[in-house]
Structures are given as C-alpha cells and as structure tokens.
C-alpha cells in the first residue's frame, strides 16, 4: 500500500477510483471531464491524496482549505473541507480507509489546521454519516439530505454560514438548465455530458448555460455545483442519459 499527496496536474490521469471499478458504472462517461476539471484545479480548489495498491489507485480523498473550497458556505481560515472520500469495494473493510484518513489528519495537524468539515449524507452507500461519527466528527448543522459535520483539531468550534441561494430564471427558452459547475464528480459530469447531448438535439427548446464553479459562482448565485431545470435543484446522484432526456421532455409538456 502507498498513500500520497498529489501534487503533479498530470496525477490526474489516475483521479475517480470511484468510476474505474468493474463492472464500468455508467456515470464514468463523465470521467474524462472530471479528470480535466481536476488537473486544472489541483492546488487551486482542490487537493488529494491517493491510495494505491501494486500501482493501481483504488481510494481518495478529496479537500480543499476553507479559504479556497468550493462549498456553499462562509468559513473560518485555517479549516479543512472534506469533498468526497472513496475505496474501491473490492478493497473495502481491509483497513485503507483506515490508513488512509489517519495519513490526511496528520497532514492537517502538520501544516496547522484547526480541524475539518464535511457535508455526510443520509446514504448508506456514500459518506454516510455514521462513518464520520466513528471518527469523531459531530453533526454541528442539519441538512435537507444529510449533516454538515466538524472534526476538531485545535479548536473545539468552527464559524461556519451557509450561503444564500440565487438561482434567477431568465425566460432564454421553454426549458432553461443552469449548469454550476458539476464537473468535480463524474456523476455529475456524466450529467453534464448528457444534458449538453440532449440540448443539442433540441435546439432552440432547451437553454443551457454553463457556469464554472469558483468564487465568482459562489457570490453570484450562492452555490458551489448544482443542475437547475427552470430554477428548480434536479439530478441528485446518478442518472442515465435516458433519464436526462426523459426529465427534459417532462419539462417541456408543461410549457
């Protein structure tokens, strides 16, 4: 087993553990962009470290310092924001995980940190919360589909607010999709491939607008990432091309 820091755009090429399991998920057809979106980012909005087993990366962790993170909140300087965390499952429960973590908390305590936050859900399959509270984190917010969460290190509290969301409709076509970043997960990159697909195959009907997560998104609109259909939040999690192109259409018999 090998864990390190990646520092190198070109480590990039080995980012998404998540999406290189067999069988191939589907949402893999986002990878590509993914990748791209985290070889232009790394050291700027996000940082990573790897697991690797016989030269094969198989877990992450993905983060980024409070002043640079692109979350949906106002936070103290100095706190670390946990994106997403995986291990492939044909390795789960062997300890990676494990290892893992405690290499990312070191790291933390060396360089000062004050402790850490992550957004858990209420899905088992996925940064479910109870595996943060086996480490010591403790639900300091609710969320409407999981726990903003905080692990201290050198200090106890942590001043964190939450952003005021903004997502105007300006009427551009009968379906109006706003696109804020969604590229950081391959499943919502796998999104934004289809949307783009199905957008062209109708034309004027639909209006897609891309907008590149960063500071300027954040204040603009008070969201880090997110799909909006005619200002309404959709596509939480994976869904297929088919499902996009379905959702769009339901969209346009109500005009």
């Known amino acids: 087993m090998r864990i390190f820091s990646l520092t190198d755009p070109q480590e990039a090429a080995g980012a998404y553990p998540c999406a290189t399991e067999a069988p191939r998920p589907f949402w893999a057809d986002g990878l590509e962009l ?104 403790r639900v300091i917010r609710e969320e409407g589909g999981g726990k903003l969460m905080y692990l201290p290190l050198s200090k106890a509290e942590v001043e964190v607010e939450p952003l005021v969301e903004n997502i105007p409709v300006e009427g551009k076509a009968p379906v109006e999709v706003l696109v804020i970043g969604s ?34 998104a954040l204040a603009r609109y008070g969201v880090a990432d997110g799909i909006f259909i005619n200002g309404r939040p959709s596509f939480f999690g994976p869904v297929t091309e088919d499902e996009v192109r379905a959702a769009i259409h339901r969209e346009l018999e109500k005009t």
């Open 183 to 216: 590229q950081f997960c391959p499943v919502g990159a796998a999104t934004v491939v289809y949307l783009r697909k199905v957008a062209a195959e109708l034309g004027d009907k639909v209006a897609l607008v891309e907008v590149p997560a960063g500071p300027e």
């Open 34 to 137: 993914s990748r791209s979106w985290f070889a232009e980012s790394l050291g700027k909005h996000v940082e990573g470290l790897h697991v690797e087993e016989n030269g094969r990366v198989i877990g992450h962790i993905y983060w980024a310092p409070s002043e640079r993170a692109l979350v949906p909140y106002r936070t103290e300087p100095g706190v670390a924001w946990i994106y997403c965390e995986w291990i492939q499952r044909s390795h789960q429960e062997r300890g990676y995980m494990r290892a893992l973590f405690s290499a990312f908390i070191e790291h933390l305590k060396d360089e000062g940190y004050k402790g850490v936050l992550v957004g858990a859900t209420d899905y088992e399959g996925y940064m479910h919360h109870s595996h943060f509270a086996k480490r010591g984190f």
